[in-house]
């Protein structure tokens, strides 16, 4: 009796490594308040609020140490679905907490919505110049 015995060998010839960013669909863009824009609680945003960017920046002025203080932008979503309004910031927790009071409300696509940032300054925030993030998750 006679065998066979064949031996395969798989070569690999190229790897791909690939990286991706998995996102809800939601793109947003916003613009913030100006004196000839000025945004209070009762604003209505819509396209004609300002210029939409997706980098805004917020200008707080001075704030004492131990108030609450204040900013409102306006908020567009952009993509292809909903966004349910999440932030986080960089600030430091020695200079007090941001919070939103917009904070798990939805943002429809091509819907708009006034934000406000509230900012409690710790009574011992150290004094002088401050520069944070907030971030939409």
Not at 94 to 102: E, K, L, M, N, R
């Amino acid at each position: 009796m006679v065998g066979l015995a064949v031996e395969v060998y798989a070569t690999t010839f190229l790897t791909v490594n690939n990286t991706a960013t998995i996102q809800t669909g939601a793109s947003l863009q916003a613009t913030t308040c100006t004196v000839a824009l000025p945004c209070t609680a009762s604003t209505t945003c819509t396209a004609s609020s300002g210029t939409y960017s997706n980098a805004p920046t917020v200008g707080w002025g001075s704030v004492a140490q131990g108030t609450m203080a204040k900013e409102f932008i306006c908020v567009q979503n952009i993509g292809t679905s909903s966004y349910v309004v999440s932030i986080t910031s960089n600030l430091a927790l020695a200079d007090g907490t941001i919070t939103s009071p917009q904070s798990s409300q939805t943002i429809a696509t091509g819907g708009f919505l006034l934000v406000e940032f509230d900012w409690a300054v710790s009574a011992t925030a150290t004094t002088g110049g401050v520069t944070f993030v907030i971030t939409f998750q």
